[in-house]
């Protein structure tokens, strides 16, 4: 049960973070990509998040930060 309100609020922060992405606020979006790498690693960490599920959150969170390389005004 603990693990599943993780996920939820996992998921819930990166549909904050497409939802800033397609509509262009980018420092909002840069922001939610930095505080979820944070997020996802010290999950990670503290051995929360691990496996599969880590490795389907960490290629996920790369996919945006890539995206965002050249993501300026």
């Known amino acids: 049960m603990f693990n599943s309100k993780i996920f939820k ?3 819930r922060e990166f549909d904050t973070l497409q939802m ?7 420092d909002l979006a840069k922001q ?3 505080d979820l790498i944070k997020k996802i690693e ?3 960490n ?3 998040l691990k496996g599969k599920k ?4 960490k290629a996920k969170i790369d996919d ?6 050249d993501y300026h005004y």
């Not at 945006?64 to 390389?69: E, H, S, T």
Request: zero cysteines; aromatic letters at 18%.
């Open 9 to 11: 609020e996992l998921n």
């Open 54 to 57: 880590y490795e389907q959150y």
């Open 42 to 44: 010290d999950l990670k």
């Open 20 to 26: 800033n992405y397609e509509n262009n606020y980018r």
């Open 32 to 34: 939610e990509t930095s």
């Open 64 to 69: 945006y930060a890539k995206r965002m390389i």
């Open 46 to 48: 503290k051995g929360i």
